[in-house]
């Protein structure tokens, strides 16, 4: 695994609550989909998961 630096990932982070908080307020939780987060935000799902153990 590729190191990152700790103001990316902090960053990153931001941006996958934020997209994954808007997808939760539109669709609510449990109809929201890793994978449409992920595709938003130009990442795979796998790169989601380095950052949060679920959903």
């Given at each position: 695994?590729?190191?990152?630096?700790?103001?990316?990932?902090e960053e990153a982070?931001?941006?996958?609550i934020k997209q994954s908080v808007k997808f939760f307020s539109e669709k609510g939780y449990y109809k929201t989909k890793m994978a449409e987060i992920a595709e938003?935000?130009?990442v795979s799902k796998g790169a989601i998961y380095q950052y949060f153990k679920s959903k």
């Open positions: 695994m590729p190191k990152v630096f700790p103001e990316y990932r982070k931001n941006r996958i938003c935000l130009g």
